[in-house]
């Protein structure tokens, strides 16, 4: 009895790990489909930056952690909230890029623009 208790419980040990392990893998799997998704999402996005500085910034650092270059946050000049580059709304003023959290603090910061302009 005693061996058929030890063989049972050895049995549902086995199986316990080899589920836990198709598991594992199968959240591992998931994370690098995703992870290759993202990076096909964000893709097109870059390809209208300059290539020469879009590559020389991710290949010449070392702090990319699984391939994804880190993402730079802007300030916004409105409301101070700060917003990763490539989600922000740019405004270009003279040689200077501006980036916003929205519309409307782009909007009122260009109102407010040319308001100090008129007075001037």
Same mark, same amino acid.
């Given at each position: @009895?005693?061996?058929?208790?030890? @063989?049972?419980?050895?049995?549902?040990?086995?199986?316990? #790990?080899? &589920?836990?392990?198709?598991?594992? &893998?199968?959240?591992?799997?998931?994370?690098?489909? #995703?992870?290759?998704?993202?990076?096909?999402?964000?893709?097109?996005?870059? /390809?209208?930056?300059? /290539? *020469?500085?879009?590559?020389? /910034?991710?290949? *010449?650092?070392?702090?990319?952690?699984? *391939? #994804?270059?880190?993402?730079?946050?802007?300030?916004?000049?409105?409301?101070?909230?700060?917003?990763?580059?490539? #989600?922000?709304?740019?405004?270009?003023?003279?040689?200077?890029?501006?980036?916003?959290?929205? @519309?409307?603090?782009?909007?009122?910061?260009?109102?407010?623009?040319?308001?100090? /302009?008129?007075?001037?």
């Amino acid at each position: @009895m005693e061996l058929e208790e030890s @063989m049972e419980f050895l049995s549902r040990l086995i199986k316990y #790990l080899f &589920w836990l392990l198709v598991v594992s &893998w199968s959240v591992a799997l998931l994370r690098r489909v #995703l992870a290759s998704m993202l990076r096909g999402a964000t893709a097109p996005d870059q /390809a209208g930056e300059d /290539a *020469g500085t879009a590559s020389s /910034a991710s290949a *010449g650092s070392g702090d990319t952690q699984g *391939g #994804l270059a880190p993402r730079r946050l802007v300030r916004d000049p409105v409301c101070g909230m700060h917003v990763a580059e490539e #989600l922000s709304i740019p405004l270009r003023e003279g040689t200077e890029m501006i980036h916003f959290c929205s @519309m409307a603090c782009r909007d009122k910061y260009a109102n407010n623009v040319q308001r100090m /302009a008129a007075n001037a």
